[in-house]
């Protein structure tokens, strides 16, 4: 009977430890799309770039303890631009923490600089990949994604050419 008492013990721990189960402290990539316009700038954008339209992919690669809370992140962008008039540079993008109905700080940002990224016909597209991202700032996102956007600045919109709020996609 004590035999076949530590054999269930066993079995047991080692089900347990063969569990696809995840614990909270595995990290995780939630990832986020927004879909950006100039429409969506406060004040929207009516000039030679009001045509713009875009998208961004974020996905964050998340540690987090054992309460669920994350402890260390980075972030990668993949963002795609069309519409851009011939002569168009686009300067930097970021993510910013604010409703659709404010402009707000910059909290992520994609250290793109003026000329990094091409563009061709009217097109731009660039991937960041696994930038350092302040683990507060990230668990604030993943609370409350339509608090934040990301935004596009150009030479010509130095405040921003387009816009769309974090939606979560997983």
Do not use: W
Not at 45 to 59: C, F, H, K, M, R
């Amino acid at each position: 009977m004590k035999r076949l008492s530590v054999f269930v013990v066993a079995t047991a721990l080692f089900a347990v430890g063969c569990s696809s189960s995840t614990s909270p402290s595995t990290p995780t990539n939630p990832t986020f799309t927004a879909q950006i316009s100039p429409a969506n700038e406060i004040p929207a954008i009516t000039n030679a770039e009001s045509a713009v339209a875009g998208n961004a992919s974020i996905t964050f690669v998340t540690t987090k303890d054992a309460a669920g809370n994350v402890t260390a992140a980075t972030v990668t962008f993949v963002v795609n631009i069309t519409g851009l008039p011939a002569g168009s540079t686009v300067n930097i993008a970021h993510i910013h923490e604010c409703a659709s109905s404010c402009n707000g700080s910059i909290v992520i940002s994609t250290q793109i600089n003026p000329g990094d990224v091409a563009v061709t016909n009217g097109v731009a597209s660039f991937t960041r990949a696994n930038l350092p991202a302040d683990a507060a700032v990230v668990q604030r996102i993943l609370n409350n994604p339509a608090g934040f956007y990301f935004n596009v600045h150009t030479t010509l919109n130095p405040g921003g050419v387009a816009r769309g709020q974090l939606q979560k996609v997983s």
